[in-house]
């Protein structure tokens, strides 16, 4: 597995695990060599490597070996254990020339690390005062004889250390500190100093003031992330730097996945401390944990320029940021916007040429490369859709190398990858031209820009006549007046069709929408006249009394009977999820799953209820509930069951068809307010084996915009889409797969409506962090002999046809609707031959080198074919 994919973390601690049960120390050996050089390891992991390398190390140069593991040990996360380890180690290689000073230099390292720590830091110092003391030991004279001068010399300054620590831990806010006090007390011959006195009780005071925020982080759950960001911010009002520095440590150690609480880190260490090596180390280990955010990379890439690293340290870290396996195309794009800052800064513009400058060229042009060759094969996206990369190039071309040329062989490039439609783009030229070019370019470009925009070609025509009022001629003048002129009729001819074929649209739906009705009114007034003839005139009325009076009152309220629609027509259709369709108070009811109540039973149940008016003022305190079984039985027995837990209900008002079969929804009007919002958390509960649809009752046609999909439709960096799972999967099965990857919060099974799997799914887990770990890890899985698909959840964008945007909109969805909701069908065959649609879209006459109204340049709508009379459609056949 780890041949396929280096990165995977968990498959690494499995083999490390099983080489240790099997005693292969080489192997093991070089399995945490290679896990430590991809990622920080965990305390638990150092403090298992760090054990067994010391059960081996008997030499001296094995004793070397494991020093400079410590040494790549305490600097992954800051842990007193791992210190503590670290001192108590050294102090067997104190025989050694030169070992208790190296003890020393270890055990102030060590305080300096995590001396302050408030749970923790006491053993550390103890073990400090147990070292000296036993030194203090070996120093004694023999018992009976009388020390020299040499010896007592020794003997003092040996208690001088062990007060000094105990009158330096005192100062410090610690647990157990009374403890401390007591046993210095009882170890001093002399009284304690009036000095240490004073800083003990501060300590105390500033230890009441920090217990609270340890208590919370004992007793909260894993990660404690708020916990943490709480003590934080209150270190941060104390403003002792060392207590801030250790208070993000130990954050950091329990959440090394949050990249949000590393930036924050690196932030205060970039603006406080501005210590080189502690600045680098945090970000580099930032960079390490949490490797598919570019925002930390970026940070990493200027704290390296701003303390001075060599450039050739910085291009290789940039190298490592391109192959970090980045969630977005726009990632790229601004790894490499930084990167080209860099190199920009670098160049010395004052000199004609340099290698510097020839590397930032070579950058840029390999940045636009890659953005096309490497990112777009990945995400089918460029990232980089306006071209802001090449748009920095010509900049710097234009403004700091003077090299107008290259500036506009860069915009043309630009203009060429459809921005030419842009006004804000001919702008952005134009303003380069304006100051860097001529006026004769600025002319040329806004020309241009007057035929191809399509946006907004108001824009770029006010411009242009600015232009030529300041600096043209009049012949200038008259040709800017003429072009501008020109175009803005096409503009506005263009419009009004479009705003006609949308009126006619609208229209022939209105007609479609009439006959339909006539039709249905044709239809029932036929069932009555059938049922009257029969002889049973009288039920007949009773029953359409009774139904027709109750389905008056529904329409009043808001159409509430289904409408059929197409579909890709509906507004409860959403994308987020764009996998499963969402039903409001127009959702479209599905055929009947079980057989048909029969007629004159269910004639018989409803034909005594009266008529019912429903009040819109009860609009606040009702919820709308769809998608029921038609063959449930007492409808209103059943969901006043089901919503009685949720506050009481008045009214339920289940809606039957004529014949009195239930229709699979209904109205449920509670007393208060609250109750109808905590009914729709019953949305989606399973109601004889299908989703209920619970949503709030509001009237569309006075509110169009209303929506009652309940789930994200953006970019959720916390959630994955899952694809591909087997329709037996439950989400228990689903939540152990998942679960071995990080905290997951909800999964959601898409179901369709009768509340089958569709095999689909969304995973929520706590953070990014652990979804982009998840995404790395699942992607690719087996589940039940079916390989899955994981993605973050990134829905895309969907244009509803409901609500075109003026003018072009209308003209890009008129097509479509003419074929109807689905398009044009595959029978829908042209039976024009193919020499005469060959020319029904000629190719326009170039001017000036470009080809006028050509699809990538312009938005007029296609010619329409001109009519051709039967002896022009003989002549054109017989042709040669």
């Not at 042009?365 to 995400?379: G, N």
């Not at 043309?412 to 804000?424: C, H, L, R, S």
């Not at 029932?524 to 008056?552: L, N, V």
């Not at 969304?762 to 087996?782: F, H, I, R, W």
């Amino acid at each position: 597995k780890l041949s396929i994919n280096a990165f995977d973390y968990n498959c690494h601690l499995d083999l490390i695990k099983l080489l240790r049960q099997e005693g292969e120390l080489v192997k093991l050996r070089r399995a945490r060599q290679k896990m430590s050089e991809l990622f920080p390891l965990t305390e638990e992991i150092w403090l298992d490597w760090l054990k067994d390398e010391i059960k081996m190390a008997s030499e001296i140069s094995e004793r070397e070996k494991v020093y400079e593991l410590f040494e790549r040990a305490v600097k992954d996360y800051i842990c007193p254990e791992i210190w503590l380890e670290y001192a108590q180690y050294s102090i067997g290689g104190i025989g050694q020339e030169g070992g208790i000073e190296k003890v020393r230099s270890i055990f102030e390292r060590a305080l300096t690390a995590v001396g302050l720590h408030v749970t923790k830091g006491t053993a550390l110092w103890e073990a400090y005062r147990e070292f000296e003391n036993a030194i203090l030991e070996t120093a004694q004279p023999a018992p009976g004889s009388i020390p020299s001068p040499e010896q007592q010399q020794v003997l003092c300054s040996q208690l001088e250390k062990i007060h000094t620590l105990f009158r330096r831990q005192l100062g410090i806010p610690l647990l157990d500190m009374e403890a401390s006090y007591a046993e210095y007390e009882e170890w001093s011959e002399e009284p304690i100093p009036e000095t240490t006195i004073k800083s003990y009780k501060k300590a105390l005071q500033q230890l009441e003031k920090c217990k609270p925020y340890e208590e919370a982080l004992l007793g909260a759950e894993t990660p404690k992330l708020a916990e943490y960001q709480a003590y934080i911010d209150f270190e941060m009002k104390a403003g002792d730097p060392a207590r801030i520095q250790l208070i993000y440590e130990r954050a950091l150690a329990e959440n090394c996945l949050v990249p949000d609480l590393w930036a924050r880190y690196n932030q205060y260490l970039d603006r406080q401390l501005k210590v080189k090596e502690l600045v680098l180390s945090a970000h580099d280990r930032a960079v390490r944990n949490c490797p598919w955010t570019v925002g930390l990379w970026i940070r990493y890439l200027l704290a390296m320029e701003r303390h001075r690293v060599e450039h050739s340290i910085i291009s290789e870290m940039f190298e490592k940021a391109l192959n970090a396996g980045f969630i977005q195309a726009t990632d790229y794009v601004e790894i490499w916007q930084a990167y080209l800052d860099y190199l920009r800064r670098r160049v010395d513009f004052t000199q004609d040429s340099s290698k510097e400058l020839e590397e930032l060229r070579s950058a840029f042009a390999r940045a636009v490369e890659y953005l096309k060759q490497e990112v777009e094969e990945r995400f089918s996206e460029s990232g980089d859709p306006s071209c802001t990369i090449m748009q920095n190039w010509a900049r710097v071309e234009a403004r700091l190398c003077n090299n107008m040329q290259k500036a506009r062989e860069l915009w043309d490039n630009i203009m060429t990858k459809g921005n030419a439609k842009y006004a804000n783009m001919w702008l952005e030229y134009y303003n380069l031209e304006r100051a860097h070019g001529d006026t004769q370019h600025c002319r040329k470009a806004l020309h241009r820009a007057v035929q191809c925009t399509s946006d907004y070609p108001e824009h770029v025509c006010e411009v242009l006549l600015t232009l030529e009022r300041i600096e043209g001629t009049l012949e200038d003048w008259d040709a800017a007046v003429q072009k501008t002129e020109t175009r803005l009729a096409r503009v506005n001819e263009q419009r009004a069709k479009a705003a006609e074929k949308e009126a006619a649209l609208a229209k022939q739906e209105e007609e479609r929408a009439e006959q339909r009705k006539q039709a249905r009114a044709e239809k029932k007034a036929s069932k009555k006249a059938k049922k009257t003839r029969i002889g049973d005139k009288r039920k007949a009325d009773e029953d359409d009394e009774g139904e027709w009076g109750q389905e008056e009152g529904f329409q009043s309220h808001q159409s509430e009977l289904p409408s059929k629609r197409h579909r890709g027509e509906g507004d409860g259709v959403l994308p987020e999820e764009d996998m499963e369709v969402e039903t409001g108070l127009f959702g479209r009811s599905e055929k009947p799953d079980g057989p048909a109540v029969p007629k004159e039973k269910a004639s018989t149940s409803r034909k005594d209820i009266p008529k019912v008016f429903h009040d819109s003022s009860k609009d606040k305190v009702t919820v709308f509930v769809s998608n029921l079984s038609y063959t449930m039985a007492e409808p209103e027995a059943k969901l006043r069951e089901l919503f009685g837990s949720c506050g009481e209900v008045v009214e339920i008002r289940a809606v039957f068809n004529n014949k009195g079969t239930f229709r699979g929804y209904c109205y449920v009007q509670f007393r208060e307010e609250e109750a109808a919002r905590q009914a729709l958390a019953l949305d989606r509960t399973a109601v004889e084996g299908r989703p209920m649809f619970v949503s709030p009752c509001v009237d569309k046609n006075k509110n169009p915009d209303f929506k009652v999909f309940r789930y994200s439709t953006t970019l959720e960096k916390h959630k994955l889409f899952i694809s591909g799972l087997p329709f037996s999967c439950t989400k228990e099965e689903l939540e152990e797969v998942c679960k071995a990857h990080g905290n997951v919060k909800d999964i959601r099974l898409v179901t369709n409506r009768a509340g089958k799997p569709k095999g689909l799914a969304y995973v929520e887990y706590e953070n990014e962090a652990q979804a982009s770990q998840a995404v790395l890890k699942m992607d690719g899985l087996t589940v039940k002999d079916h390989v899955i698909k994981v993605m973050i959840s990134n829905p895309p964008l969907r244009k509803l046809p409901d609500r075109p945007e003026p003018a072009r909109a209308s003209l890009s969805l008129a097509p479509r609707q003419i074929y109807g909701a689905r398009g044009k069908g595959r029978t829908q065959l042209s039976m024009m031959p193919r020499a005469l649609q060959r020319q029904s879209n000629p190719v326009a006459k170039a001017e000036n080198g470009m080809v006028q109204n050509s699809p990538a340049t312009s938005s007029d709508p296609p010619a329409e074919p001109k009519k051709m009379s039967n002896a022009d459609f003989a002549k054109m056949l017989l042709k040669k």
